[in-house]
Nanobody, 116 residues
Framework: QVQLVESGGGLVQPGGSLRLSCAASGVMFSIRSMGWYRQAPGKQRELVAF???????NYVYSVKGRFTISRDGAKNTVYLQMNSLKPEDTAVYYCNVYPWSLIRDWGQGTQVTISS
């Protein structure tokens, strides 16, 4: 079955950095594009970034130049390096396959809080 285990979240000050990791199983990682999604309090879940099996990446405008998505096929793991963090980046972050239409289950997510 699908298992997505996100980690690496925490509380950091504005301008700080975090690196999120997601260990994936049961999602055919080797042939799937993977994405990072986030859900802020009171808002809908949104796609933050995705990466194809060939390494092509795309980002939502609000994180371009600050976040970097990457993947390690040997470890079935996807990463999100987040720099220059802003309070508006506060959310629960989830990884999953991309696009949305392929998503069946979600992991528990990892909380990211940006506050001074």
């Amino acid at each position: 079955q699908v298992q997505l285990v996100e980690s690496g979240g925490g509380l950091v000050q504005p301008g700080g950095s975090l690196r999120l990791s997601c260990a994936a199983s049961g999602v055919m990682f080797s042939i799937r594009s993977m994405g990072w999604y986030r859900q802020a309090p009171g808002k809908q879940r949104e796609l933050v970034a995705f990466i194809t099996t060939g390494g092509i990446t795309n980002y939502v405008y609000s994180v371009k130049g600050r976040f970097t998505i990457s993947r390690d096929g040997a470890k079935n793991t996807v990463y999100l390096q987040m720099n220059s963090l802003k309070p508006e980046d506060t959310a629960v972050y989830y990884c999953n396959v991309y696009p949305w239409s392929l998503i069946r289950d979600w992991g528990q997510g990892t909380q990211v809080t940006i506050s001074s």
